[in-house]
């Protein structure tokens, strides 16, 4: 299925544009997308290197759209941003692992959600989870929410505020795709950051290239000089996995362990008999 799904997105999402006239039908689309609730979350595993485990996993979102079929963030999440619209869309996002973590009572389980930089901008967001936390108080500490040092950076008060409110109801917080952009984990350390997630740029191929394994180890090195768990993303290959398992990285993230897939399949595979 996961197969399918990444087909499914390569396939569609060029296409997307192409068919729809013009901007302003996407627009209409993803609207109606949100009235009608055509989105869904994936999840992609992670590997505990500490405890050879995995409970964790990270939630990505799809539209299920009605003539399209699945389609991958990369599709629509832009728009979504442009628009405002992310805003609802994260609301969404929030509710469905809210809702998935009630259903988990007892289990050893934790998830990460994506939040974008407007999200970091907008009050209204932490009182909607402030309604959601007042009502399952103990589902926070299974939530991770991940968020990208430029998302933090566009307004670092306004952020920090936010994050620390974030952090006061028990949500860990990971830092995204480290390593893709300009990034100084100086600034992060003002941050209430738990967890750095090294993107797939500074792992891919890193076990052929000496310049890169060595950028690698000293990223993993500093973030847990920060006291931060590590976690390396975009693993494909054996020998990837064996390199940043060397490295000393705490989690592994990437095809190499598992694509995404549906929630009842992540629990399934993974979660049977995996209690608390
Ligand atoms: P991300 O947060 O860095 O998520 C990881 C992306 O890399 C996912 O793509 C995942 O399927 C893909 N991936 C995982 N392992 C590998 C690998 O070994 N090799 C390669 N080449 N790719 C791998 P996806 O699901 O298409 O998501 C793309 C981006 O969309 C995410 O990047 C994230 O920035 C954003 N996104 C996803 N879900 C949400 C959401 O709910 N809200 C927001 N605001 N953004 C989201
Ligand atoms: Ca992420
Ligand atoms: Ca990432
Ligand atoms: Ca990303």
């Known amino acids: 299925l996961a197969k399918k799904t990444r087909q499914a997105s390569i396939v569609f999402e060029p296409r997307l544009e192409q068919r729809s006239a013009n901007r302003l039908e996407l627009i209409a689309q993803l609207r109606k997308a949100i009235n009608e609730n055509e989105f869904c979350l994936h999840f992609q595993p992670k590997l505990n290197l500490r405890t050879n485990s995995i409970n964790q996993a990270e939630a990505l979102l799809r539209w299920n759209h009605p003539t399209h079929g699945l389609i ?160 390396t993303e975009g693993v494909e290959t054996q020998a990837e996995f064996d390199l940043v398992k060397k490295l000393g990285a705490d989690y592994v993230q990437g095809f190499w362990l598992s694509k995404p897939m549906p929630f009842e399949e992540f629990k399934l595979k993974h979660l049977v008999g995996n209690h608390d």
């Open 72 to 231: 991958g963030p990369g599709g629509f999440i832009e728009l979504a941003e442009q628009t405002g619209m992310i805003k609802e869309i994260s609301r969404i996002v929030l509710t469905q692992i809210y809702s998935i973590i009630g259903l988990c009572a007892n289990q050893n389980i934790r998830l990460s959600a994506n939040l974008s930089a407007m999200d970091l901008e907008d009050n209204g967001l932490i009182e909607f989870i402030k309604h959601l936390h007042a009502r399952q108080p103990d589902a926070s500490r299974h939530i991770v929410l991940e968020i990208t040092e430029s998302a933090a950076m566009r307004d670092p008060e306004q952020a920090l505020d936010i994050l620390n409110q974030l952090a006061s109801m028990n949500f860990q917080i990971a830092v995204d795709d480290f390593g893709s952009g300009y990034s100084s984990l100086a600034y992060l350390k003002r941050f209430p950051v738990t967890e750095l997630k090294i993107d797939r740029a500074l792992v891919q191929g890193a076990d052929m290239d000496t310049d890169g394994q060595i950028i690698l180890e000293s990223t993993i090195e500093m973030g847990h000089i920060m006291g931060l768990l590590v976690t």
